[in-house]
């Protein structure tokens, strides 16, 4: 703390993210990242922007990646939003469309950025308890709202939600913003963009961070009505004109356009991830249903935390959550084909 600080940030309480550890070699599954690399030719194209054209500033409205979001999702560009990282794409939505006089719902169990962002932003917000089977049930959130977000599929649980339960909760709720958080969206779960046209209340995120191998690049998106594309814009260009950087604007782009290299990589993750379950329960472990590039796995005898300090130790690192209801469970990234046996490997002997 610090004299010169605004009264405002003794009082924030940031996100703390997955640790990137500085040593090499460990087998890291601790932040849901892709284990390949992302398509070469989105390499190529963030290569081909290194050049004498970084003195000028960037597109401020990056519409060579809006179109290419809106070819591939068959929308209006003016139906697309992107921004620095799909955290960045949900902090202007909690500015730009959650601040209301009625609090924010989202499950008990769930992405932990969204209290840092209603603190931030000072909204008040009411978590919903998931079900015993730690699925989101619709019906809970039949009460006054000023918005509804919950990543689909969920984390860190992995369970997807299928469309016609999401179709009920915007039927439900006409007069405020459900905010759909894509973040895992294609490993497994159907997109709520096919939505979009009918449902002017509905916002869809989604990143490039883990589908598309571009974390280190920061860039996320978001479909939904042009009313709700134009309050991101108007907090965008109140904050930030230019968020995303000459190479953002190509790499992702391209990421887009190559749907071989994404649907072939997206296969690989889902077939190790079927392979991690049957070895987990093979170890006794119970699994939830994952429709996501990770698994949330609890052991009925064997105590998470012991578990992860244990993997630790054999250079596998694993997310632990020290929070009620979920203090037992680990979540576990699905790595490649080695990776995955190096964790089973080492679990085998915990
Ligand atoms: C990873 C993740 C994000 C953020 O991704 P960015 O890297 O900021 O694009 C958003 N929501 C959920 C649920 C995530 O897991």
Redesign the pocket.
């Known amino acids: 703390m610090s004299k010169f600080w605004s009264p405002f940030v003794k009082d924030l309480v940031p996100y703390v993210p997955g640790e990137q550890p500085k040593l090499a070699k460990l087998v890291k599954l601790n932040t849901?990242e892709n284990p390949y690399g992302p398509s070469p030719k989105a390499i190529a194209a963030m290569q081909a922007e290194v050049n004498d054209n970084l003195r000028l500033y960037p597109d401020p409205n990056s519409d060579r990646l809006k179109q290419a979001v809106a070819d591939y999702y068959g929308v209006q560009t003016a139906q697309v939003f992107v921004g620095n990282?799909?955290?960045?794409v949900?902090a202007h939505a909690f500015h730009g469309l959650f601040q209301q006089s009625q609090p924010l719902l989202f499950p008990d169990i769930s992405?932990s950025?969204y209290p840092v962002y209603c603190g931030l932003y000072g909204i008040d917000f009411v978590q919903v308890p998931l079900d015993e089977q730690f699925k989101i049930r619709v019906e809970d959130y039949a009460r006054p709202n000023g918005g509804i977000i919950f990543?689909n599929p969920n984390?860190p649980t992995g369970c997807a939600l299928a469309l016609d339960a999401i179709e009920r909760l915007l039927k439900a709720n006409p007069d405020t913003v459900v905010l759909v958080?894509e973040?895992?969206i294609d490993f497994g779960g159907a997109t709520a963009i096919s939505l979009v046209d009918q449902y002017p209340n509905l916002l869809v995120s989604q990143?490039?961070?883990?589908s598309r191998s571009l974390?280190g690049l920061?860039?996320?998106i978001a479909v939904g009505h042009p009313d709700l594309i134009e309050a991101l814009e108007r907090i965008k260009n109140s904050f930030n004109s230019y968020p995303l950087d000459r190479m953002a604007i190509a790499g992702a782009a391209a990421a887009f356009e190559d749907k071989a290299y994404f649907e072939q990589t997206c296969q690989r993750v889902i077939d190790s991830r079927d392979a991690v379950v049957a070895g987990l329960e093979g170890l006794g472990f119970e699994v939830l249903p994952s429709a996501a590039n990770f698994v949330f796995a609890r052991h009925p005898s064997k105590d998470a935390a012991t578990l992860a300090a244990g993997l630790r130790e054999q250079g596998v690192i694993v997310r632990h959550f020290k929070q009620q209801r979920i203090a037992q469970f680990l979540r576990i990234t699905i790595g490649t084909p080695e990776q995955n046996q190096a964790l089973l490997d080492a679990l085998q002997g915990l």
């Open positions: 849901n990282g799909s955290d960045e949900l992405y950025f990543p984390a958080d973040a895992y990143t490039l961070s883990k974390a920061r860039v996320g």
